[in-house]
């Protein structure tokens, strides 16, 4: 018998050493995820109980006071299932917030997304003072609901603003801003949209100097001009960032509550009672917790679905590099 052809018989409990070796890397191996896997959940731990402090827990509460009434002291005094969300169906106010919000989205968020991207577009060469522009325009980030708020509110002021001052230099008529059903949820969404301006701005910016200057100059090359450029090859190569401005902006236009409650409360006649000043003002003005958790479910519920109606139709468009 050849050297290569011998072999050595070992007893059936007894492992080759190539055995062995094999059988000690994968405990080795296996050693090392579960140690890896529990420093992982000792990281996430802080956040993980952050979220079922400030997350969980009052989302499940909310779940339990939407199938429950409450006596005019908030205190929960019975089970009435879905008698809750059945007589939203039937309340005014309630379906006056779902198109007051509705409007109040269509307003602020192709406008706001489409000056930001105008802004963005002229601002993003290396001209000498471009820096200044960018910084000016990206301002509003650094400012909160309420500044932005107490700011805008001076400017509305129907005769020590500065906005009616301008329109009276223009021969025009004052503005009712704040005052007049018809202006109230207009003013609003003007400030609005500067408000996010900043946020928007940096974003869509980001993008548009992400994109290599090879290809526009390639374009140019070929005689596309500014708008052929635009449309064609800057567009569909910052889709990723205008998609997801446009999943930001939807969910932050449906959860304005700091500068319509600051601005207008709700007034004048309904006409900026958006849905989460009204989940506000049914419980923790009128202390009926339960038609309001049922309020926020609703909102909520109506969130997701346009988020995932986003994400399934509108991110097809998307074109990732």
Do not use: C
């Not at 064609?232 to 409650?261: D, E, K, M, R, Y």
């Amino acid at each position: 018998m050849n050297g290569s052809e011998r072999s050595v018989r070992l007893p059936g409990n007894v492992a080759s050493p190539r055995t062995a070796k094999r059988l000690g890397r994968a405990a080795t191996l296996s050693g090392l995820r579960r140690r890896e896997s529990l420093l992982a959940y000792v990281f996430l731990g802080p956040s993980l109980i952050l979220f079922g402090i400030f997350f969980f827990y009052p989302m499940l509460d909310s779940v339990i006071l939407s199938l429950h009434s409450t006596d005019p002291t908030g205190k929960v005094v019975g089970y009435v299932g879905l008698d809750n969300f059945k007589f939203l169906t039937q309340d005014f106010h309630f379906l006056k917030g779902l198109q007051v919000t509705a409007m109040f989205t269509l307003l602020t968020v192709p406008t706001g997304i489409a000056i930001a991207l105008a802004l963005a577009a002229m601002t993003s060469g290396r001209s000498r003072g471009m820096k200044g522009f960018q910084f000016v325009f990206s301002m509003p980030v650094v400012l909160s609901v309420g500044s932005s708020s107490v700011i805008w509110m001076f400017l509305f002021h129907p005769s020590l603003g500065m906005l009616n001052y301008f329109l009276g230099l223009l021969n025009v008529s004052p503005v009712p801003w704040l005052v007049s059903p018809q202006w109230a949820l207009v003013s609003v969404s003007m400030m609005t949209v500067w408000m996010n301006m900043g946020f928007l701005y940096i974003v869509l910016l980001s993008g548009i100097k992400g994109i290599p200057e090879e290809i526009l100059e390639s374009a140019r090359i070929d005689g596309a001009g500014p708008f052929r450029s635009f449309a064609g090859i800057l567009l569909p190569l910052l889709s990723p960032s205008l998609f997801f401005v446009t999943v930001i902006s939807v969910i932050g236009a449906f959860q304005s509550f700091g500068q319509v409650n600051i601005l207008t409360r709700g007034g004048p006649m309904d006409s900026t009672n958006v849905l989460v000043y009204s989940i506000y003002q049914e419980a923790f003005v009128n202390y009926r917790f339960g038609t309001g958790s049922a309020q926020a479910l609703v909102l909520f519920a109506i969130i997701l679905l346009l988020t995932l109606v986003q994400f399934k139709w509108v991110e097809k468009r998307v074109h990732y590099q």
